[in-house]
């Protein structure tokens, strides 16, 4: 039977939707499951890993896990996977997930692959699909060792509701401090907004919105959606928008129920990190703008005259 570690994904104490979407896939493949869970006071998520659909929770809580340290949080993967028995070791689509996979893999001396969109398992045999050439080909790659360390693509897998797991606690040592690089501190200027990766709506504005009473105008159509909001690297690029809020083959990737591109013309690098949306909704005064051409619905039009209506109808709908 394969066995399958999830890492969870906790951000500010709170365990975020990748990590039962990763159980839930290891769940339909008839795998046993297991999470591994690091960081400080956070025996109080036990009952959410469980409910998360994992078998096994290995937990490694210590005040010197507060802060994300690539090292040590790799250390404790490392004693899970090898207590565990775990051949498939999976992280969700995140900055910290993307640090430590390969140390993960290194100090395991097994495959890593970074970007799948699906893993498959037959006998013993392990397979993952991961984009290439910015979402050109899906590329099928066939894994030649035992175990794999992936990073599963945002999105890629779905919840399934009602899961459970049973509860099966095992404390992890703390490993030792890495002394080579100590994180501080952590300066967020994002506190409070809705983290894209996690959104179930995205609404991303382009350089149709021109300038800040633009941009204010579509930010404002994603605080009435309590939606994530981003943007494409033109605004980023001019100074509008912080990076951690682009989206696209050099920002994040991300894959909401709902994405809403605003004055944006769909260039292929900012669909890159998009296209996997489940409904992809448009806005661009240019009926010829390739966004067009991945968009489930499109609004040829003004933003400035259709965002305002937007907004008017959801009122509307919601009274
Ligand atoms: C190596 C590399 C990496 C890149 N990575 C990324 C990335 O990660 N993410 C990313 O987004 N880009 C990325 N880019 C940049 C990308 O190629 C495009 O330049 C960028 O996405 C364009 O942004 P935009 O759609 O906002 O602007 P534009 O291409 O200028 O499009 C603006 C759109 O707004 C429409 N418009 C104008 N006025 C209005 C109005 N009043 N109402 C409605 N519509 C209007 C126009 O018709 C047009 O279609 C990358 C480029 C390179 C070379």
Not at 83 to 105: D, T, Y
Not at 155 to 174: C, D, Q, R, W, Y
């Amino acid at each position: 039977m394969a066995k399958v570690l999830v890492i969870a994904d906790i951000k500010q104490g709170v365990l975020k939707g990748s990590t039962t979407q990763l159980l839930s896939k290891a769940k339909a493949i008839g795998a046993e499951t297991a999470v591994v869970a690091i960081g400080s006071n956070i025996v109080s998520l036990i009952p959410g890993l469980v409910n998360a659909g994992s078998d096994t929770q290995y937990i490694a809580d210590d005040p010197g896990l507060e802060l994300f340290s690539a090292g040590p949080y790799a250390s404790c993967v490392v004693d899970a996977a090898k207590q565990f028995g775990a051949n498939l070791i999976w992280f969700g689509f995140s900055e910290s997930g993307k640090a430590v996979a390969p140390r993960v893999a290194a100090q395991l001396d097994v495959a890593c692959a970074t970007d799948s969109t699906d893993v498959m398992l037959q006998a013993d045999q392990i397979e993952i699909i991961r984009p290439a050439i910015t979402n050109k080909v899906l590329q099928r790659v066939k894994i030649h060792t035992g175990q794999l360390v992936a990073v599963v693509r945002a999105g890629a897998f779905e919840a399934t509701e009602g899961i459970m797991g049973t509860e099966n606690v095992v404390k992890l040592s703390p490993p030792a401090a890495d002394l080579k690089a100590v994180i501080r501190q952590i300066l967020s200027e994002a506190s409070g907004e809705i983290d894209l990766a996690d959104a179930n709506i995205v609404v991303s504005v382009g350089r149709g919105a021109k300038d800040q009473a633009g941009i204010d105008l579509v930010k404002e159509l994603a605080n009435d959606l309590k939606a994530g909001f981003g943007s494409t690297r033109a605004m980023v690029d001019a100074g509008f928008i912080p990076h951690y809020k682009q989206v696209g083959q050099t920002g994040k990737i991300v894959a909401p129920t709902l994405y809403m591109a605003i004055g944006i013309s769909g260039a292929i690098q900012h669909l890159a990190g998009m296209k996997g949306s489940k409904v992809i909704l448009a806005v661009n005064k240019d009926p010829e703008a390739p966004i067009f051409n991945v968009a489930d619905y499109g609004i040829v039009g003004d933003l400035f005259e259709v965002v305002p209506i937007l907004r008017e109808e959801l009122k509307k709908m919601r009274s």
